[in-house]
């Protein structure tokens, strides 16, 4: 036997519990069972249980102590704490787990001098369900998971009761066994569906807005559509055809936007099937629904802004090419194209990957950043950030482009000339001023946002504490505290975002509000009703020149002989009328 050995063995004697027959071991066995079941008990007095049921629940036993409750002198005292944390209630997981434990140590079973200890075990299942406990007030020190206080693999009598008392949610949270809808540190209960920072009254005022604005948008959007459909073999011509596109996908968007007011479409869009708010999504137990109306506002959104950066590019180069036969744009068109189909592609994907669409009961749509603003900082704020500064310095250079015309040059250009440039430079200026305008006003709302969504859930926080203090007093008896959100987003801010997104689109539309589109849709109806149009044609110089000159011959064999043009080879202006300026050359302009 080895020297450690022997030590131990002579410790074990001194303490008159080592075996009389070493051979046989029956005594060390003895001591080892005695030890392992002083390490899982404490010494202690022991007193009648003067309340039987702990947390809704009979106990099986009729003794118990209040020395491992350190907060507690007296089983008065522990039935009072037992009460206070009863509002774990409210966190349905952290309450079928904490009960165990809450009745292992406020009211264990002591016998024969002795209570027992609870395992280690059953404090640590508490940990994870109950984080919002160590989050908002931190554990007790006698209910934290130290090997003194909770010896590992101690059975207890507590594990054996069922504990019937089930946990429930208060609102605005709900009931959910999904963890994907659990709110912040509260297991079993979620976020409902309708977004609690409003009321009903401010969803309904907001869902009436919204009906009206998205409305007269996809009326105008789809006017112009029309209009340049109509007529599209003189409407095809760029800079102006890119008008097109942004009134497409602005048409896009409002469809979006519109969808929700379909027969329970709303719920569908932006609730979970537990009635919760849709967080995260792409998920892959819910409905597409979410994902395919963010696909068509947020992809429309970032086509339409970013066609009108192609816009201003267009207008810049084709004002710097007046007066010459150059064709800035020649080529360069389907780059345009390739801009501005591919980048909002790539991060409408990106923002999928990352499962970063949230759904919204205010606005009735899904987007990015409800409940992640960085993720709206860098997917929303970042892209209309760019071209607000892109856009603007292609605007501006192309205003001062016509003004620089207009003055090193008055006396060369033509009346004509001089009347469309001051007309273009006008129309320019208010398109502008509307269209920067209501882009910086989305881009101040958004940034209104970022700044105090923090705020915004921190103060919805506190109301859900609240709301949890509301269940404690009413069990003990107390005064029962006025429970609301302090500080709420406001739905004004929501107005005037969704004013500027909508009003950017009507903008967009105001370019065909001219008299070249009335004429377009006369010769549209008549060609309807089969009757022919009437209305005097101006031929372009060009054309007639080339008419003439293919005609050469005939004039030179008989030159007497008159020409005459037939009305059907005459092109009209587009729906965009005398804004093409760009399409007249050197001699048009100057005299």
């Not at 907001?206 to 105008?220: K, N």
């Not at 305008?437 to 103060?459: K, M, P």
Request: with cysteine; proline share 4%; aromatic share 12%.
């Amino acid at each position: 036997m080895s020297s450690s050995s022997s030590m131990l063995l002579w410790i074990y004697c001194l303490l008159g519990i080592c075996s009389l027959d070493p051979i046989s071991g029956s005594r060390g066995a003895q001591f080892n069972e005695s030890y392992y079941m002083d390490r899982c008990k404490k010494t202690t007095t022991c007193e009648s249980l003067r309340y039987n049921v702990c947390l809704g629940s009979t106990l099986p036993y009729t003794l118990t102590s209040t020395v491992l409750a350190e907060d507690s002198s007296s089983q008065e005292e522990v039935h009072d704490k037992l009460l206070l944390w009863s509002g774990l209630r409210n966190a349905p997981r952290c309450w079928e787990a904490i009960q165990p434990l809450l009745c292992a140590v406020y009211m264990p079973k002591c016998e024969a001098g002795k209570v027992e200890l609870p395992s280690q075990g059953l404090c640590l299942a508490t940990r994870g369900p109950c984080a919002i406990v160590e989050r908002e007030r931190g554990w007790p020190d006698f209910l934290k998971c130290t090997t003194d206080r909770f010896p590992e693999g101690c059975p207890n009598e507590v594990q054996n009761i069922k504990f019937n008392s089930s946990g429930r949610c208060e609102a605005p949270l709900v009931r959910t066994d999904n963890p994907k809808s659990w709110y912040e540190d509260v297991e079993g209960c979620g976020i409902q569906c309708e977004n609690p920072l409003f009321t009903q009254k401010e969803h309904r005022e907001m869902h009436v807005y919204i009906a009206i604005f998205s409305s007269l948008t996809i009326f105008f959007t789809f006017f112009t559509l029309a209009t340049f459909l109509s007529d599209w073999k003189n409407s095809n011509r760029y800079p102006a055809v890119i008008l097109f596109y942004v009134n497409a996908c602005f048409f896009m968007g409002s469809i979006g936007w519109l969808a929700q007011f379909m027969d329970g479409a709303r719920k569908e869009i932006v609730c979970r099937g537990d009635g919760t708010m849709r967080l995260g999504e792409p998920t892959s137990n819910e409905t597409l629904s979410c994902v395919i109306i963010f696909v068509i506002v947020y992809y429309s959104m970032m086509s339409g802004v970013i066609w009108f950066v192609m816009l201003t590019y267009a207008w810049h180069t084709s004002f710097k090419a007046l007066g010459t036969t150059h064709q800035p744009l020649s080529g360069k068109t389907s780059y345009f194209h390739l801009i501005t189909w591919s980048i909002p592609f790539v991060l409408t994907v990106a923002i999928l990957a990352v499962a970063q669409v949230d759904g919204d009961s205010v606005s009735g749509i899904c987007f990015v950043g409800y409940k992640n603003y960085r993720y709206r900082a860098g997917f929303v704020l970042a892209p209309i950030g760019v071209v607000l500064v892109v856009g603007g310095y292609f605007l501006i250079r192309g205003v001062m482009t016509l003004f620089s015309i207009k003055s090193n040059h008055p006396g060369l250009l033509s009346e004509k000339a001089a009347s469309k440039i001051n007309e273009t430079m006008l129309r320019l200026g208010i398109f502008g001023f509307l269209a920067f305008g209501f882009v910086l006003i989305t881009f101040s709302c958004h940034f209104y946002d970022f700044f105090n969504q923090a705020e915004w859930e921190r103060s919805f926080r506190e109301y859900v504490l609240c709301e949890a203090n509301v269940t404690i007093a009413t069990e003990t008896n107390k005064p029962i505290p006025e429970c609301e959100i302090k500080n709420r987003p406001s739905l004004l801010v929501e107005k005037i975002n969704l004013f500027a997104m909508f009003g950017t689109g009507i903008s967009m539309s105001t370019w065909v509000w001219t008299k070249a589109t009335i004429i377009i849709w006369k010769r549209a109806w008549c060609r309807i009703l089969g009757r022919s149009d009437d209305e005097p044609k101006r031929i372009k110089k060009s054309k007639m020149i080339a008419k003439a000159f293919s005609k050469r011959k005939e004039l030179l064999n008989n030159p007497e002989k008159e020409l005459s043009f037939s009305l059907h080879t005459v092109s009209h202006e587009g729906p965009v009328g005398k804004f093409s300026i760009y399409f007249l050359r050197k001699k048009h302009i100057f005299q």
